[in-house]
């Protein structure tokens, strides 16, 4: 990796990087909604009856986060659809931007916890505490802080460097 890289300050350059964060977006964003289905369901399963009730905390958790977390993907284009048209596009992908890092790190975990809970329901807290929490360590890993060993200092705008 060069550290030679260069901001993309054209006027052109916030139309861009809005074009990628809805991009990044509409990636992401099915497969949290698939997921917060298949949790929606859950209920209406027949083994659900089954859990215990710290199972059941856990799977409540896990749907409002789910939730939560759909809702949290909407964010950058109803403020981009309240800024429209008042020139404040470079706040508009600031904004994006962040939410793009939260919401990818955040669907990360939800796979993770979400497996962590099927593991948990199968075959117990013994197995699923260590299958599940390895999950989320690589989760995290993988998420947050492998992103920030590649990046080379400097590299991005001092707007877009806040970590």
Do not use: C
């Not at 669907?107 to 989320?136: D, E, H, K, R, T």
């Amino acid at each position: 990796m060069s550290n030679n890289v260069h901001p993309d300050d054209s006027p052109e350059a916030p139309h861009r990087q809005w074009n990628e964060i809805l991009q990044e977006t509409r990636v992401m964003q099915t497969g949290v909604q698939i997921l917060a289905a298949f949790l929606v369901i859950l209920p209406f399963q027949a083994r659900f009856t089954m859990l215990t009730d710290v199972e059941e905390i856990l799977y409540v958790i896990l749907l409002v986060f789910s939730a939560l977390l759909i809702v949290l993907m909407l964010v950058p284009v109803l403020v981009h659809r309240y800024l429209f048209g008042q020139r404040l596009k470079a706040t508009t992908v600031l904004l994006g931007h962040r939410v793009v890092k939260v919401v990818g790190i955040s669907a990360g975990l939800l796979v993770a916890g979400s497996v962590w809970f099927v593991i948990q329901v199968l075959v117990g807290w013994p197995v699923s505490v260590y299958v599940g929490g390895g999950l989320m360590l690589a989760t995290l890993f993988l998420l947050v802080l492998l992103p920030r060993l590649l990046t080379p200092r400097g590299s991005m705008p001092e707007s877009y460097d806040e970590g």
